[in-house]
């Protein structure tokens, strides 16, 4: 069986030194032609055949699965991308079963899934589930040429809390695919109501989509404003959706710097860190994949406290 793994994880199989940061979770990508058409994918419609593929700013190389299986015991998770294809559930269970093997902390990010599938992946070892719903709303997500009615990635949310538990499946969303704060505000709130919780991306501008990536305080807004939901802290006490701007927040009140610490960290399933999988290494990450210093945190009040002034700024020119 082939598989393909992104080019850190690539790296930490071959033995190559690296920092331990980039050495946490090994990301798998199944094999297989995704059938979906997602505008911001760079997978959709390309044939998932040849020797390496991209997805984000990331490119993933095959691999034999049988080569690199031991290895994987070497890491703090496993989390395998599916695609979307005939037989893709069969030939996921039998990829888990494998890996099970080795090492028991093993995520999966799928799209929809009924609950009969999602029982027998927590059966044969998965532990935390990803939900790629990455738009924030119904309308955006037909836009966006979704494979799915938005109703069944939430029919499959419910389910998949029911199955794998409170907290332990996370909502993918990507952030600046057309949303406004406010929708993805109200998402996030949704989900947590669900019982799910959030994992944020950086749009990555596509060859189809094009456009461009988020600005940092639009990103830093939503980000603050999942960290203070997922901590049970009321998010509208410190940052709201700019009734100016509609990729902008107001923030209300300087937060305490531990919850903006812990709001640009990447956030997902316990380890999961995805270095470099929207920005470039040189320059500003969204998503730090470390414990952030000082300067970072600064940085981030610093960008949060832009975009309300920013916000001023595009009312005056709109007067
Ligand atoms: S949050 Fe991270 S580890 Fe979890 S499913 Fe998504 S990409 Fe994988």
Redesign the pocket.
Known sequence: MHVYVSLATLFVLRGEKLPRWMRR?A?LLMDGKCVATCAYCELSGAPVAGERVKLSRVTWYKVDLREIVSALSEFE?V???TVIGPNMGRKLVQLVRIIARVNPRI???IAVAGKPLLEELRDEGVE???IGLDAATPRLAMKLGKPYPYSLYMRTLRDAVEVFGDRRV?V?LIVGVGEKASELAATMRHVKRLGGRI?LFAYTPSAKLGGKPPSLCYYRGAQLYRQLLDEGVNPDSYITPSPFNPQGWVLKRTPPLEIVERAIV????P????PYYNERPRGTLYNIPWEPDKREVYEALEALRACGESNYSNLVTSI
């Open positions: 979770v990301y998770r989390c395998i991308q995520s999966v990010s935390t589930l990803g996370y993918h994992a990447t956030s997902g399933c380890a999961c860190n995805r």
